[in-house]
């Protein structure tokens, strides 16, 4: 099973700030890299699929990047709707696996 | 629209069995694989199982192998969990979950909160 670990584990930023969001995976996943949004009492919302592509509707500062077994997730100016805890998974392999989560939270 | 409306969730004894439902509306089901993912209370996302478009061919994480089976209905453009055996950490709300590129849904239901306690 791969094993996706995420840093950090909290984010403490305001609005307007950048932030960066780190993904590693125990192998290389190619670049099947998957990047969610998840809102306390809301169900996931699919961001970014294969390391880069932003999904329908997702705004352009949202960004993904990396290859193999490192990849982020870059915010690039928060807005008051982005923080939320934010999840990475890999669909290279079954079983496909989440990382443990990042919480963007208003510093 | 899509809709994703999952059912069938509630308390159950540890040992005992429940069936849960997702039906789908606003795409065509017989056409996309269909996941199930679970969220222990406070906890990440895990993937349960999942069920390619026509139903031949199914996955099980290795924690529910054995005692979960997955199907669905193209007629009736549903999808199921068969759940037995339930243990406490089983106790989870449950996903129903699916999109254009498998293995990164962007449909969702609102979940379907399974306790299992006795």
């Known amino acids: 099973e791969i094993v996706l670990t995420q840093s950090p584990a909290t984010l403490s930023l305001s609005p307007g700030e950048r932030a960066t969001l780190s993904c590693r995976a125990s192998?290389?996943?190619?670049?099947?890299l998957v990047w969610y949004q998840q809102k306390p009492g809301q169900a996931p919302r699919l961001l970014i699929y294969?390391?880069?592509n932003r999904a329908t509707g997702i705004p352009a500062r949202f960004s993904g990047s990396g290859s193999g077994t490192d990849f982020t997730l870059t915010i690039s100016s928060l807005e008051p709707e982005d923080f939320a805890v934010y999840y990475c998974?890999?669909?290279?392999?079954?079983?496909?696996?989440f990382g443990g989560g990042t919480k963007v939270e208003i510093k | 629209e899509v809709q994703l409306v999952e059912s069938g969730g509630g308390l159950v004894q540890p040992g005992g069995s429940l069936r849960l439902s997702c039906a789908a509306s606003?795409?065509?089901?017989?056409?996309?694989?269909m996941d199930w993912v679970r969220q222990a209370p406070g906890k990440g996302l895990m993937w349960v199982s999942r069920?390619?478009?026509?139903?031949?061919?199914?996955s099980f994480a290795d924690s529910v192998k054995g005692r979960f089976t997955i199907s669905r209905d193209n007629a009736k453009n549903t999808l199921y969990l068969q759940m037995n055996s339930l243990r406490a950490e089983d106790t989870a709300v449950y996903y129903c979950?699916?999109?254009?590129?498998?293995?990164?849904?962007?449909?969702w239901g609102q979940g379907t909160l399974v306790t299992v306690s006795s």
């Open positions: 979950a699916s999109g254009r590129v498998v293995g990164a849904p962007d449909y």
């Open positions: 606003g795409f065509t089901f017989n056409s996309y694989w």
């Open positions: 069920i390619n478009s026509d139903g031949s061919s199914t």
């Open positions: 192998q290389s996943v190619s670049s099947y």
């Open positions: 294969d390391t880069s």
């Open positions: 998974q890999q669909r290279s392999n079954w079983p496909l696996t």
